[in-house]
């Protein structure tokens, strides 16, 4: 029986409870949250839903002890989105975090943690810091989400399914990601053969607006990250060693950053080092001094 510990049960925490309710694990799932009351109304509804799938999965209102053995713990609290840039509630999001990693530092978890929390990058390096697991054992979401956007959009576009296009967002889940085109492919073929310059600026700038536009209409984002989050699980769980560009502790640039990497039993199991043009190179250096200087605002680079 696996164990998941889901801490932010909120649209984005139980959107990926009820994914992971869909699939065929075994699992025993704890829920946490400081909103106790209606996640107890949540669970009994959500119980009602699991009776006639032939799962077994089991679902519990839990605490930080449950943390003591589960395989993965997904951090998913935070502060409630907006249209604003996702750095704009930094600070608000870090009491977040030094609150739900006080609590899990009085644990025995040795376990992956993934994060959908924003701003994504910053968060996921906090984690990383404050509860000082190894790097490859903490995962953000990242740029995996942009990516299935920008996928999904291209493909509308040119009409090939979405999973055959090879290409990624990098950088950062904000506003100073980027598309890297030179490495972008369909069958192999460069995508800038499908596609004029004028087309894939386009593209890009729609990605990285996707958010807010979806905010704009919903008041939230949920279905695309809780996939993500799920697409990680299974990952871990079924060690399926697949490639998503996630955030990712970055050795070249000391920071957290959303690049390729090979997903795991062991979390991380590689970081792809992609050949980036000196153009591509550039914007992967702003992201990271976009998210140290937000980090820094936090977590001053001399007390590391
Ligand atoms: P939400 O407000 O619906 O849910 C947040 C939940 O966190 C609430 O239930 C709240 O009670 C809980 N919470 C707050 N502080 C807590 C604490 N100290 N301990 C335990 N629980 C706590 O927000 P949401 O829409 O679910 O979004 C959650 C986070 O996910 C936000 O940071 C949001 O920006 C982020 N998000 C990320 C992506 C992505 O692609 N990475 C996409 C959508 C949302």
Redesign the pocket.
Known sequence: MKKVVI????????EYLKKLCMTDINVEISL????ED?LEGEILDLEHSLVYRNCNISIKLGNYSDCDNADIVVI??????STKD?MSDLEK?NL?VV??TNKLRDTSFSGITLV???P?EV?TELIAHYTDYPYNKVI???TM?DTARLKSLISKKIKVKPNDINVYVLGE?GNSQFVAWSNANIGLENLNRFLSLDEKEELADETRHM?GVIVKHKG???D??AS?LLELTLCVLKDLKKVYPVSNYNTTYDVYLSTPCIIGKNGIEKSINIKLTSEEEEKLEESSEVICEALDKILPKELY
Request: aromatic share 2%; proline share 2%.
């Open positions: 801490i932010g049960c909120g649209n984005v925490g139980l946490i949250d400081v909103d209606k998913t609290a935070g502060v409630p989105q996702r999001a977040i609150d739900i959908a929390s924003n994504m968060i953000g979401t990242g989400l889940h958010g939230y984002t949920s695309g990250v993500c």
